[in-house]
C-alpha cells in the first residue's frame, strides 16, 4: 500500500480542498507526486499539470478537480496491483478490539500525513514548510475543520463521500467490510470522530506545539470461523433435506465457484462476483440452459446462508438467468410402428428391461416411477388392477435409507389402473411371482442413490438406440413414451383434468388442490378409451 505524502488525501473526502498547489511565476500549477508502488501503472513519478490561473483561490478549486481525478487514477492502480497479491479477508462484523486497532492505525496515518508534509512540504520537495504554504496549510485546516464539524453535526458518516473514504482505508489495511454490518456503522462514525480530534492536533502543530506521531502497530485481527463449502452444503442439507443426488449436483456447482473465488472465502463472493462468473461460464461454452440450472443452485444456497446470517447479502439475489427464445420442444412422441418396434424388442427380454418399457408404454409413467415398483405397490380392488405411485417415507419423515423411491412433484403420487392390454400382455401373472414387500424388478440394480430409475433408462436407452436402431434425436428413448400417452389421451377425449391425474402433471387452478382426486373406479374405464396399437 502506499503511503501519501499529502493532508488532503488522508482529511478531505470530499476533495474541496487541496494543498498540492505550487505556484511559479504568477501562474498557479498542480503537482503530486505518484507513489513508488504505482508508477510504472501510471507511468510517470511526478504529476505536473498547468491550472491556467493567476487566482490562489480558483486554483484551489481546479487542484481539487485534478486531485479527485488523480485520486481515483491512484485508486484503480492500487486496485490493479492488490488484485495479484493474497486475497483480502473479508468479514461481517469485526471485534471491539479491532475496531479499535483500526481507527488507531488510521489515527496514526493522520498524523503522520501531516508531519510528512511539514518535513517535506506539500509538494515533498522542500525541507520544511516555505511561508506561502504554511499559510496556505493554515487556511485549508480552518475550512477542514469547518466541512468536518459539520458532517458530524449533520449525521454524514454514511454519506457516498465518506464511504468511500471508509472502504478505502478499510483496503489499505487488507479489510473488505459489509457495508450493512454494524462494525462499518463504528468504523464510519470513528473514522469522522478521529479526523475531527486530529485536525485540532495539526492546528496545535501549526502553532508550534508537540504532538507526536504514535509509532506503526501492525493489525492482528482475531480469528474468525470462515464460511466453507462443507459447512454451507451441510447446513442447507440439514435444514433443506434435499435428495442426494441434488446435495451432490449443487456441492459440485458450488465447488465450481469457489475455485472461480481463486482461494477467497465463499463469504467474500459480492453480487459482482457472481455476475462475471455467469459472464465466465457463457463465454466458456456452457448452455444458457446449464448456467441457469447453476444460478439457480447457488441462489439456494447463498441464500439459505443469507437466512441463517452467515452472509450479509445472498450474491446470486439479483442474478439474472441467461435469456434466451422459449423453444417449442423439439422431442416428440413414439409412432406406432416405433412403438411396435421397440415393444417387440423388449418381449424378448427378462424382469425390468421387458416390463419397463411395456409399462410406460400402456400408463404413461416416468421410468424412475415404474423401475421402483415394489410388488406391494400393484393392488386390486374392486375388480380393478392398478398401481401405486408412491415414496418410501420414514416414520420421522425422512427418506429411507438404502434404497429410495420417490417422485417429482406432490401430484405424481398418484393411483393408475392397469389396462387390460399390459394384463393381457402377461403382466399381472409376473406380479403374483414376486414375493410381497420385494421389488418388481431386481435385475435393474440401484444406483449410487439408491434409485433404480437412472439404471433402468440408460439401458432402456441402448435397447432402443443398438438394438431397435431407432436414431433420431427427436425420440427420448423413455420420455417419448409419455408424450405419445399425453396424445393418445386427448385423442380419446379425455378432459385434460383426467389425464394429468394419470400422468401426475401439475395443472389448473387452485381447485384442483381440493379432495382426493378421481376414484379408481372412475379412472379405470377412462384408460381404456385409449386406442392400442396391435403388437402382433
Known amino acids: 500500500m502506499f503511503t501519501p505524502l499529502t493532508v488532503t488525501q488522508w482529511c478531505d473526502p470530499d476533495m474541496s480542498l487541496v494543498s498540492n498547489v505550487v505556484r511559479r511565476g504568477a501562474v498557479y500549477y498542480f503537482r503530486r507526486r505518484v507513489p513508488p508502488q504505482i508508477q510504472s501503472i501510471i507511468g510517470r513519478a511526478i504529476i505536473r499539470e498547468s491550472l491556467q490561473t493567476r487566482e490562489p483561490k480558483e486554483a484551489r478549486r481546479l487542484a481539487a478537480e485534478r486531485n479527485l481525478h488523480w485520486e481515483r487514477r491512484f485508486s484503480e492502480a492500487e486496485k490493479r496491483l492488490t488484485s495479484q497479491d493474497a486475497p483480502k479477508e473479508h468479514l461481517e462484523e469485526l471485534s471491539e478490539a479491532d475496531i479499535q486497532a483500526v481507527v488507531a492505525d488510521y489515527r496514526?496515518?493522520?498524523?503522520?500525513?501531516?508531519?510528512?508534509?511539514?518535513?517535506?512540504?506539500?509538494?515533498?520537495?522542500?525541507?520544511?514548510?516555505?511561508?506561502?504554504?504554511?499559510?496556505?496549510?493554515?487556511?485549508?485546516?480552518?475550512?477542514?475543520?469547518?466541512?468536518?464539524?459539520?458532517?458530524?453535526?449533520?449525521?454524514?458518516?454514511?454519506?457516498n463521500s465518506r464511504m468511500w473514504r471508509v472502504d478505502m482505508e478499510l483496503r489499505a489495511r487488507g479489510i473488505t467490510l459489509s457495508h450493512k454490518s454494524k462494525s462499518y456503522e463504528r468504523i464510519a462514525v470513528e473514522f469522522l470522530n478521529t479526523t475531527a480530534e486530529c485536525v485540532q492536533l495539526w492546528k496545535d502543530r501549526h502553532a508550534g506545539k508537540v504532538v507526536r506521531t504514535p509509532a506503526p502497530q501492525p493489525i492482528a485481527l482475531q480469528s474468525r470461523p470462515k464460511l466453507t463449502l462443507e459447512d454451507l452444503v451441510k447446513g442447507w442439507k440439514l435444514e433443506r433435506k434435499p435428495k442426494e443426488k441434488t446435495v451432490d449436483t449443487f456441492e459440485g456447482k458450488l465447488r465450481n465457484f469457489e475455485e472461480y473465488l481463486e482461494g477467497r472465502g465463499l463469504e467474500t463472493a459480492t453480487a459482482e462476483d457472481a455476475s462475471n462468473w455467469k459472464a465466465a461460464r457463457l463465454e466458456a461454452g456452457s448452455s444458457q440452459k446449464s448456467v441457469a440450472n447453476d444460478i439457480y443452485a447457488l441462489k439456494a444456497l447463498f441464500g439459505w446462508a443469507k437466512d441463517e446470517h452467515k452472509i450479509s447479502e445472498n450474491p446470486f439475489r439479483d442474478t439474472k438467468v441467461p435469456s434466451s427464445k422459449r423453444k417449442r420442444s423439439t422431442k416428440r412422441p413414439y409412432t406406432d410402428d416405433e412403438t411396435v418396434l421397440v415393444l417387440r424388442a423388449a418381449r424378448s427380454r427378462k424382469g425390468g428391461m421387458k416390463w419397463i418399457p411395456w409399462i410406460n408404454a400402456t400408463m404413461g409413467v416416468r421410468v424412475a416411477e415404474a423401475a421402483q415398483l415394489n410388488r406391494d405397490d400393484i393392488k386390486f380392488h374392486s375388480g380393478i388392477w392398478y398401481a401405486d405411485i408412491n415414496e418410501i417415507i420414514n416414520d420421522d419423515g425422512e427418506e429411507s435409507d438404502g434404497e429410495t423411491k420417490s417422485v417429482k412433484t406432490d401430484n405424481s403420487t398418484r393411483l393408475i389402473p392397469i389396462p387390460l392390454g399390459l394384463q393381457a400382455e402377461g403382466f399381472i401373472e409376473f406380479v403374483k411371482s414376486v414375493k410381497p414387500g420385494q421389488p418388481l424388478f431386481p435385475d435393474i440394480k440401484p444406483d449410487t442413490y439408491g434409485s433404480r430409475g437412472g439404471t433402468a433408462s440408460k439401458r432402456i436407452c441402448r435397447l432402443v438406440r443398438e438394438t431397435v436402431a431407432i436414431k433420431d434425436k427427436r425420440i427420448a428413448p423413455n420420455h417419448s413414451f409419455r408424450h405419445r400417452f399425453k396424445d393418445l389421451c386427448r385423442n380419446a377425449g379425455l378432459t385434460e383434468e383426467v389425464h394429468d391425474a394419470l400422468t401426475g402433471h401439475d395443472g389448473g387452478g387452485e381447485g384442483r388442490k381440493y379432495g382426493l382426486g378421481f376414484m379408481i373406479e372412475f379412472l379405470a374405464p377412462a384408460i381404456e378409451k385409449l386406442k392400442w396399437v396391435e403388437i402382433d
Not at 508531519?115 to 504554504?133: A, F, K, Y
Not at 475543520?145 to 454524514?156: L, M, Q, Y
Open 108 to 159: 496514526r496515518v493522520l498524523l503522520n500525513a501531516d508531519e510528512q508534509v511539514r518535513l517535506h512540504g506539500l509538494g515533498g520537495t522542500h525541507n520544511g514548510l516555505p511561508d506561502h504554504q504554511y499559510d496556505l496549510l493554515t487556511e485549508a485546516y480552518e475550512d477542514i475543520e469547518k466541512f468536518v464539524a459539520s458532517d458530524i453535526a449533520r449525521g454524514r458518516q454514511l454519506s
